[in-house]
């Protein structure tokens, strides 16, 4: 059965982003379509991507989304403007769209091309130029207003969200990757399920399944390039003791806390406690220097690299 998921850093901020997302949602659906669509998130050299939209072994499309009710005129540089209701025109603010949109073209070209260097075996275009397996869309939402002079070319189409719909569901452009590799790519940015994020629980053999998933993916993720463990004594006021066996601590304690200046291998010493193959216990590695007093969005983020399902989701009902 074709369905639409969508996953995200956090859910967008501002609300044409959230009315364009349900209208492409339901027109996608209403057509029976497969689609991936990611949004709001951030490329490695921190340009931030409105939206993917991908339909799986056959196109990708990117968009960067404008609110404009008025016509625009503008150029590939500079200013654009929009119209006033006295008839004259006034610069919008921020970047200039196109340019926008074409700096994020190839940034999110060259973030592809890094994460197949990751995985074997996937269709790659000449010279890993992945840019010219996608197009690239400047979306004016709700409707490009009659009258508008923009630039629309093979870098960057300006359209509106018809024009947009349209050429998603009909372009021949083509780029070849299932749904499998998109969801490898999803994980590599980090991104959850917004699906995940409504309460939803999973059935009990499907959540333990989704369990050992993240708890194989996390022994390969987090012991690459780990060196084996060396025990550091403990120096106190009177004499060094043996260093304790946090992977038995655990198994007896709710809670052990590390201790010990930057740079003494406490992330080392719990990267090695969670390998160790702890009974029950599904281990979550959270920088807890990024909390922003929202926890399930703390722990959503440090799994999101393991699985496309978010901790609360994927959580088992009688694990630790």
């Known amino acids: 059965m074709a369905s639409v998921e969508v996953f995200w850093r956090d859910e967008p901020e501002y609300q044409s982003e959230r009315d364009f997302l349900a209208r492409l949602r339901a027109d996608l659906e209403s057509q029976q379509l497969e689609a991936l669509i990611l949004t709001n998130f951030y490329l490695s050299n921190a340009l931030q991507v409105d939206?993917?939209?991908?339909?799986?072994?056959?196109?990708?499309?990117?968009?960067?989304?404008?609110?404009?009710?008025?016509?625009?005129?503008?150029?590939?540089n500079g200013p654009w403007?929009?119209?006033?209701?006295?008839?004259?025109?006034?610069?919008?603010?921020?970047?200039?769209?196109?340019?926008?949109?074409?700096?994020?073209?190839?940034?999110?070209?060259?973030?592809?091309r890094r994460f197949t260097e990751t995985i074997q075996d996937t269709p790659q275009p000449p010279n890993k130029q992945y840019y010219r397996w996608f197009d690239s869309v400047v979306c004016i939402f709700p409707e490009l207003a009659e009258g508008s002079r923009v630039p629309s070319d093979y870098k960057v189409k300006?359209?509106?969200?018809?024009?947009?719909?349209?050429?998603?569901?009909?372009s021949a452009q083509r780029f070849p990757w299932g749904r499998?590799?998109?969801?490898?790519?999803?994980?590599?940015?980090?991104?959850?399920?917004?699906?995940?994020?409504?309460?939803?629980?999973?059935?009990?053999?499907?959540?333990?399944?989704?369990?050992?998933?993240?708890?194989?993916?996390?022994?390969?993720?987090?012991?690459?390039?780990?060196?084996?463990?060396?025990?550091?004594?403990?120096?106190?006021?009177?004499?060094?003791?043996?260093?304790?066996?946090?992977?038995?601590?655990?198994?007896?304690?709710?809670?052990?806390?590390?201790?010990?200046?930057?740079?003494?291998?406490?992330?080392?010493?719990?990267?090695?406690?969670?390998?160790?193959?702890?009974?029950?216990?599904?281990?979550?590695?959270?920088?807890?220097g990024i909390y922003d007093g929202r926890l399930f969005n703390l722990l959503n983020r440090s799994v999101a690299p393991l699985t496309i399902l978010t901790a609360q989701q994927a959580g088992p009902r009688h694990d630790r």
């Open 51 to 76: 939206f993917l939209v991908i339909l799986p072994g056959h196109r990708m499309c990117h968009i960067e989304l404008k609110h404009y009710v008025q016509s625009l005129i503008g150029d590939r």
């Open 81 to 112: 403007k929009a119209a006033q209701a006295d008839g004259s025109w006034q610069e919008i603010g921020g970047q200039n769209p196109y340019a926008q949109a074409a700096s994020q073209r190839f940034a999110l070209s060259d973030d592809i």
């Open 158 to 170: 300006t359209l509106g969200y018809k024009e947009t719909l349209m050429l998603l569901t009909n």
């Open 180 to 288: 499998s590799c998109w969801l490898d790519f999803v994980r590599y940015l980090g991104l959850t399920s917004a699906d995940a994020t409504r309460k939803t629980r999973l059935a009990s053999s499907k959540a333990q399944s989704e369990v050992e998933s993240y708890r194989q993916a996390g022994a390969d993720f987090y012991s690459r390039n780990l060196h084996e463990l060396v025990p550091t004594p403990l120096v106190t006021e009177n004499a060094e003791e043996a260093p304790p066996d946090v992977s038995s601590l655990l198994q007896d304690a709710t809670s052990v806390q590390l201790l010990g200046e930057s740079g003494s291998g406490k992330s080392h010493l719990a990267t090695h406690a969670a390998l160790a193959g702890l009974d029950g216990w599904v281990p979550i590695f959270v920088r807890a």
